[in-house]
Every structure is written in C-alpha cells, then in structure tokens.
C-alpha cells in the first residue's frame, strides 16, 4: 500500500494511535498554555493574526493522518465549509505542483540536498489552504500540525550557531533575554517521535495543501 497523506501504514491499531495522538495533543496545548500565561503581554498572537499561516512548511504524517481525519468530519458537519478548504487545496495544488520538491502524487517532500534547498523557496508567500481568508481563522484549528500549535512563544532549538530560541517575530520584540526563557514553551517533541515510528517509512514528510481533499479516499492504516 503507498505510503502519503492519502495512505498510512502503521504497526498498531488506528484507534490505539489516535489515542496517543489525543494524549500528545492535550500535552501540547498544556505546555502552549503555559508559555502564553507566561509571556504575558509580549506574546502579541491573537485569532484572525496570519502571518504565520503563510509559507509553506513540512508537517509529519502523523499530522497528515490528524487533518485527514478533520477533513472527513468536516464534510459531515459542515460539507460547504469542507468544500471551499479542498477547493483551496486544489487550487494551491494546481499553482504550485510543478514545482513541488517532492512527489507531486504522494506529496511527499524530497530528502536529497536539492529538494531540500529547493523547499526553502517554495510557496513562502502562499496562504495555507485551511484559513479562511475571510475570517483570518483556521477550518481545521483542532487538527492543526504540531509546527502550528508550537510557534508564537519562544521554543528552544539548536543549530550550528549554538542554542536559542526560536519564536515568532512579532512577539517579544521588547523582551528581555530573561523574560523570553521565563516564557519557554517546551513542547513534548520525544513523545512525538515516539508515534512517529510507528509509521512505515519512519520518514516522509508532506505538507498541508497535499492533506485537505474531500473524503472519497479515507486514511487506510494497514
């Protein structure tokens, strides 16, 4: 069976990894909740703000999996909503495919250092498929990756000029170092990586637009 973000393969029960999944979830948003009570009024982020919805951006297949399933009980809830997410999709889809760094018929993104490096200028102007352009809100807020719900508040990372805090450029901006490690949000990233490899390939990457589609073609675990 393919593996993308129409198709997953997984060595455990789909409920049992949705559970964990909803775990995960309710971790995350924990820890997020933390660091806005933290950063008080340096954390600027508030609804129909959408800078960061802007730009394309590499998501798991477990957040494949997460908006697949947001996509089938939206059509069921509210199927004109549904319809205008996946006509957004499609049209990003149809813009963008040809140069897609990746397979453009799983949607999953290339690990070559050309596609790579091909990513970091792709689509960085284009709207994600799930907002609403006209209420500057996401459809699928509660399916949202992990990348959405962990950016605002500074999160520690490492690259090769040390250890910092990455955080959105609109927030802390008068900050003091002290008050911007006070509002650290630590994301439960190794529990993650632990759902992450009970997928078949352990890697493969996509990205929102490849996701949203209507239900005519359910996620399958096998």
Sequence with gaps: ??????????????????????????????????????GGEHLVCRPGCTPCCHGAFA???????????AMSELAM??????????????????????????????????????????????ANDAACPALDPTSGRCDLYNARP???????????????????????????????????EAAEMKPPFAEEQELLRHFKPESGETIVAWCLKLPSDHPTAA
């Design 59 to 69: 998501i798991s297949q477990l957040d494949a999996l997460r908006l697949r399933l």
């Design 77 to 122: 809830a509210d199927a004109e909503r549904a319809k205008a997410v996946s006509a957004r999709a499609a049209a990003y889809r149809e813009q963008y495919g040809s140069s897609f760094p990746g397979d453009t018929a799983s949607g999953i993104l290339g690990t070559t250092p050309e596609a790579e490096a091909a990513f970091e200028d792709f």
């Design 146 to 180: 992990m990348t959405c719900r962990t950016f605002g508040p500074p999160v520690r990372h490492a690259s090769d000029a040390g250890e910092g805090f990455a955080v959105c450029e609109m927030c802390f901006t008068e900050a003091f170092p002290e008050e911007i």
């Design 1 to 38: 069976m393919p593996s993308g973000p129409d198709r997953f393969e997984i060595d455990i029960p789909l409920t049992e990894l949705l559970v964990k999944d909803r775990e995960l979830i309710v971790r995350t948003d924990k820890a997020l909740a933390h660091a806005v009570q933290c």
